[in-house]
C-alpha cells in the first residue's frame, strides 16, 4: 500500500468515525479541508445512505427491482444535495480573486504563464489536452473539486475578456488550441518551465 492510500484510509477512518457522532462536521467543510480528496469524500457520503437502507431492510423482504429503485432513489437525493455542495464554477479567475489570488498569483501556484491561464480562463484550449496534474494543481488553489475544473474546460470558449472589435460584426471565436500549442506559445514562460510540463 502506498503513502497515498494510506492517508486515504486515513481520511475514511476520520470521516467515518465523525459521521456517527451527535453533530458530524458537514460534508461540505470536509471538502474545504481536503480538496484534493473531493471526489472520495463524496463517494463516500453517497454510498453511505444506501448502505444504511440494507442495514436497516431485511433482503429477503424486497424484490430486486425495490431494492433497485431504493437506491436509485438515494442516489438521486445525493446528487441533489451534491450540487448545492459543488456548484458549477462560473469563472476561474473570478473564483481565484474570491480565494484572495490575482491572475500572476494563481499563474505561478500552478506552475504556468499568465497567457495560459488566461486561454483556460476563456476555455480557447482543448480540455482533453489539458494535463491532469494542471487540473489537481487548479483544484487544490481554487478549493474546488477536479470535476468543477473539467466541467468547465469542456464547456464551449468564450470571447477573450476585456477583448475590443472595432467591427459592428459579431466577432467570432477561433478554433480551440492544443495545451501543448499553447505552451510553447507561452512567452513569459522559461523553456525550463516548460520542461516540466512536455511529457
Not at 464547456?155 to 495545451?179: R, W
Amino acid at each position: 500500500m502506498n503513502t497515498n492510500e494510506i492517508e486515504l484510509d486515513a481520511l475514511y477512518i476520520a470521516w467515518n468515525e465523525d459521521k456517527n457522532t451527535p453533530h458530524p462536521k458537514p460534508l461540505k467543510e470536509w471538502i474545504q479541508a481536503y480538496p484534493a480528496q473531493a471526489q472520495d469524500l463524496m463517494a463516500w457520503a453517497s454510498a453511505e445512505p444506501i448502505f444504511q437502507v440494507a442495514e436497516e431492510r431485511a433482503v429477503y423482504a424486497l424484490s430486486e427491482d425495490r431494492i433497485l429503485a431504493i437506491g436509485a432513489e438515494v442516489l438521486a437525493a445525493q446528487r441533489a444535495k451534491m450540487e448545492t455542495v459543488s456548484p458549477s464554477l462560473t469563472s476561474l479567475v473570478a473564483t481565484a480573486k474570491e480565494k484572495g489570488l490575482n491572475v500572476k498569483t494563481l499563474a505561478k501556484r500552478v506552475g504556468i504563464g499568465v497567457t495560459l491561464i488566461a486561454k483556460l480562463q476563456d476555455r480557447h484550449l482543448l480540455a482533453n489536452t489539458v494535463p491532469a496534474l494542471l487540473i489537481e494543481r487548479l483544484s487544490e488553489a481554487l478549493e474546488v473539486t477536479t470535476d468543477q475544473i473539467r466541467t468547465y474546460l469542456q464547456q464551449p470558449p468564450k470571447l477573450a475578456t476585456g477583448a475590443m472589435y472595432k467591427s459592428s460584426d459579431v466577432p467570432t471565436i477561433g478554433a480551440q488550441q492544443a495545451f501543448s500549442e499553447a505552451l510553447a506559445e507561452a512567452m513569459e514562460m522559461t523553456a525550463e518551465e516548460k520542461a516540466l510540463w512536455i511529457p
